[in-house]
């Protein structure tokens, strides 16, 4: 954004899915027949089937291949998702190989929140089971059933005992450590609104877990026969006569090495938000939606090559190329918002109420903010805003008062009607300018007054659209009173009336929210098989995590934060016993 800090920007904010290496697809580098890169090519405009990307680079010669491994089951890639393949492969008894393009000690492991269901270690701490159909179908109304609904059961029915398995390295003291968001007294494990639905299950663990976490699954597949070739960048597969995937050749530190896998390859690199050519072409909706003045932009997702890869051999690309973050921006775009996503009111540049502020979770309230007129977009509530947040659902970026308490927020309201015209904020913390220009990685300026006119004012609205400010909270209020949004449809436990001064908003400038990772990839069956043009499955050639699509619909939405997370321990688990079973 250019004014603000994107949510999942934040580097401590709401789990997502990790990253392992970075690397340009240009490590491997190989050469069209002509000896032209694939980086120096252009195969047509942006978004047209054409873009160089998608062309298949000459193969590479068995003369250029400087060694060679035999295994059953090859990963390529050691995030989330092929850290628990490997182990999963090795446990089923398969002969296991694995490529890493960073090296051992550079290995990152990014997110620390795990959303999940019926997990032993939720029920030790007092989570009640949830009932799986009933959780199976919310997520497909919230992908409008653009999730491949086998793939998506089978998740559900087996994230508990994953997690559990996740886990299952840790002392009893660490397990005991794991901060499970939004779970206090008084607080129900279920919540309603507009149709989609949402519970309680995001465990969070520190930095220092996760990385014990997954270190430890590393070294027990290591243990149990599995060998990493690190810094060797998966390059392209290897099919025989018939289309099947035998292996895969990648790049490491002595040139080509080629794995043959009997059983099967399963891609594991992560999404394709770091490379801007397959953004440009394949984030159509994105760029539909954007203003002259956005652009879609990544700096903390893969480069996409494992999805190439999967592609020249015949994989077909889900037409539903989900992202977390980037098709839209809302006045909640930040964990350290002060009242993080709670449908307050919202307005647009022209003072204007323009959606259902609490319908469903955060990504579906804001899609509707990507389409409002440039400049300001607020959100304004009153001083009885600790009822307001305990009304909420359980989501991404809610704001956690079982966590957090209310003597900040208090605090910081405090200090905004201290502060007049210059709101909370002061020297490093925030710009003390109208229309909340914020500093990156700065909370927003909170705004108080006694009266609408004032505060928006504040918020940087003149003019007609001050007017039209004052005269939407009055109308707000009437709604709320009547108990029925006839506006926006907004459930009635939601409708709060703004009457208790002072009165308190915060304002960003409107933008597309920046792109976290992307979250579609190649098409797979409910094995995580990759499909062909005849939507039937590639022999040999298997996908998981952010590499692969029919998880989410257009947009990352879940009722428990941080199932991009557990989406890819538990497919990529599920897929390597599959694939060893062969």
Same mark, same amino acid.
């Given at each position: 954004?250019?004014?603000?800090?994107?949510?999942?920007?934040?580097?401590?904010?709401?789990?997502?899915?990790?990253?392992?290496?970075?690397?340009?697809?240009?490590?491997?580098?190989?050469?069209?027949?002509?000896?032209?890169?694939?980086?120096?090519?252009?195969?047509?405009?942006?978004?047209?089937?054409?873009?160089?990307?998608?062309?298949?680079?000459?193969?590479?010669?068995?003369?250029?291949?400087?060694?060679?491994?035999?295994?059953?089951?090859?990963?390529?890639?050691?995030?989330?998702?092929?850290?628990?393949?490997?182990?999963?492969?090795?446990?089923?008894?398969?002969?296991?190989?694995?490529?890493?393009?960073?090296?051992?000690?550079?290995?990152?492991?990014?997110?620390?929140?795990?959303?999940?269901?019926?997990?032993?270690?939720?029920?030790?701490?007092?989570?009640?089971?949830?009932?799986?159909?009933?959780?199976?179908?919310?997520?497909?109304?919230?992908?409008?059933?653009?999730?491949?609904?086998?793939?998506?059961?089978?998740?559900?029915?087996?994230?508990?005992?994953?997690?559990?398995?996740?886990?299952?390295?840790?002392?009893?003291?660490?397990?005991?450590?794991?901060?499970?968001?939004?779970?206090?007294?008084?607080?129900?494990?279920?919540?309603?609104?507009?149709?989609?639905?949402?519970?309680?299950?995001?465990?969070?663990?520190?930095?220092?877990?996760?990385?014990?976490?997954?270190?430890?699954?590393?070294?027990?597949?290591?243990?149990?026969?599995?060998?990493?070739?690190?810094?060797?960048?998966?390059?392209?597969?290897?099919?025989?006569?018939?289309?099947?995937?035998?292996?895969?050749?990648?790049?490491?530190?002595?040139?080509?090495?080629?794995?043959?896998?009997?059983?099967?390859?399963?891609?594991?690199?992560?999404?394709?938000?770091?490379?801007?050519?397959?953004?440009?072409?394949?984030?159509?909706?994105?760029?539909?939606?954007?203003?002259?003045?956005?652009?879609?932009?990544?700096?903390?997702?893969?480069?996409?090559?494992?999805?190439?890869?999967?592609?020249?051999?015949?994989?077909?690309?889900?037409?539903?190329?989900?992202?977390?973050?980037?098709?839209?921006?809302?006045?909640?775009?930040?964990?350290?918002?002060?009242?993080?996503?709670?449908?307050?009111?919202?307005?647009?540049?022209?003072?204007?109420?323009?959606?259902?502020?609490?319908?469903?979770?955060?990504?579906?309230?804001?899609?509707?903010?990507?389409?409002?007129?440039?400049?300001?977009?607020?959100?304004?509530?009153?001083?009885?805003?600790?009822?307001?947040?305990?009304?909420?659902?359980?989501?991404?970026?809610?704001?956690?008062?079982?966590?957090?308490?209310?003597?900040?927020?208090?605090?910081?309201?405090?200090?905004?009607?201290?502060?007049?015209?210059?709101?909370?904020?002061?020297?490093?913390?925030? =710009? @003390?300018? #109208?229309?909340?220009? *914020?500093?990156?990685?700065?909370? %927003?300026? !909170?705004? &108080? /007054?006694?009266?609408?006119?004032?505060?928006?004012?504040?918020?940087?609205?003149?003019?007609?659209?001050?007017?039209?400010?004052?005269?939407?909270?009055?109308?707000?209020?009437?709604?709320?009173?009547?108990?029925?949004?006839?506006?926006?449809?907004?459930?009635?436990?939601?409708?709060?009336?703004?009457?208790?001064?002072?009165?308190?908003?915060?304002?960003?400038?409107?933008?597309?929210?920046?792109?976290?990772?992307?979250?579609?990839?190649?098409?797979?069956? =409910? @094995?995580? #098989?990759?499909?062909? *043009?005849?939507?039937?499955?590639? %022999?040999? !050639?298997? &996908? /998981?995590?952010?590499?692969?699509?029919?998880?989410?619909?257009?947009?990352?939405?879940?009722?428990?934060?941080?199932?991009?997370?557990?989406?890819?321990?538990?497919?990529?688990?599920?897929?390597?016993?599959?694939?060893?079973?062969?």
């Amino acid at each position: 954004m250019e004014n603000g800090l994107s949510r999942r920007a934040f580097l401590g904010g709401a789990a997502f899915a990790g990253i392992a290496g970075m690397g340009a697809l240009s490590a491997c580098a190989p050469q069209r027949r002509g000896g032209e890169s694939l980086s120096q090519t252009s195969g047509g405009e942006a978004g047209i089937a054409g873009a160089s990307w998608r062309d298949a680079p000459a193969k590479i010669g068995d003369d250029e291949i400087a060694e060679t491994r035999d295994c059953e089951a090859l990963v390529i890639g050691l995030g989330h998702a092929g850290c628990c393949a490997m182990k999963a492969a090795v446990e089923a008894g398969a002969e296991v190989c694995a490529m890493q393009e960073t090296s051992e000690d550079a290995l990152l492991f990014k997110g620390h929140s795990y959303g999940h269901i019926n997990s032993e270690f939720l029920k030790s701490r007092g989570v009640p089971e949830v009932d799986v159909a009933e959780f199976f179908n919310d997520w497909q109304v919230r992908s409008n059933n653009r999730s491949n609904p086998g793939l998506i059961m089978r998740y559900i029915t087996h994230v508990g005992e994953t997690f559990d398995w996740l886990i299952e390295g840790l002392t009893d003291e660490e397990k005991q450590s794991i901060y499970i968001c939004y779970l206090m007294e008084g607080i129900p494990f279920k919540r309603e609104f507009s149709g989609v639905k949402t519970w309680i299950g995001t465990a969070r663990l520190t930095t220092k877990l996760v990385e014990k976490m997954y270190r430890g699954i590393i070294g027990e597949a290591v243990a149990g026969g599995a060998e990493v070739l690190w810094e060797t960048k998966g390059c392209q597969l290897v099919t025989d006569e018939a289309g099947k995937v035998v292996g895969a050749i990648g790049l490491g530190p002595n040139g080509y090495v080629k794995v043959n896998a009997s059983k099967g390859v399963i891609l594991t690199t992560g999404g394709f938000g770091s490379n801007e050519e397959m953004r440009e072409d394949l984030l159509y909706e994105i760029k539909e939606s954007m203003g002259e003045q956005d652009q879609i932009s990544c700096n903390l997702d893969c480069d996409g090559s494992g999805i190439q890869m999967g592609y020249w051999a015949g994989g077909r690309l889900d037409p539903c190329m989900g992202t977390m973050d980037g098709a839209y921006w809302y006045p909640t775009d930040s964990p350290i918002d002060p009242i993080g996503a709670t449908s307050s009111l919202w307005m647009n540049a022209d003072g204007k109420r323009y959606c259902n502020e609490g319908f469903g979770s955060t990504e579906l309230q804001a899609m509707p903010g990507a389409k409002q007129p440039d400049g300001v977009t607020c959100s304004v509530f009153d001083s009885n805003v600790e009822e307001l947040i305990k009304a909420q659902a359980f989501g991404h970026m809610s704001y956690d008062y079982a966590e957090k308490g209310f003597d900040g927020l208090h605090e910081t309201m405090e200090k905004a009607y201290a502060g007049g015209e210059q709101g909370s904020a002061d020297g490093d913390e925030a =710009e @003390n300018t #109208a229309g909340a220009d *914020k500093a990156l990685m700065s909370p %927003p300026t !909170l705004y &108080a /007054a006694d009266d609408y006119e004032t505060l928006g004012k504040y918020l940087g609205y003149a003019g007609q659209s001050l007017e039209n400010f004052v005269a939407t909270i009055e109308r707000y209020n009437e709604l709320c009173e009547k108990g029925f949004d006839e506006d926006f449809g907004k459930d009635s436990g939601l409708l709060f009336p703004i009457k208790t001064p002072p009165f308190y908003g915060f304002a960003g400038t409107k933008a597309l929210g920046v792109l976290m990772v992307t979250v579609g990839g190649l098409l797979v069956d =409910e @094995n995580g #098989a990759v499909l062909g *043009k005849d939507y039937r499955p590639i %022999p040999g !050639l298997f &996908a /998981a995590g952010n590499a692969s699509g029919g998880r989410f619909g257009w947009q990352y939405s879940t009722s428990i934060g941080g199932e991009s997370l557990t989406t890819a321990n538990t497919l990529g688990r599920l897929t390597a016993e599959y694939v060893a079973s062969l």
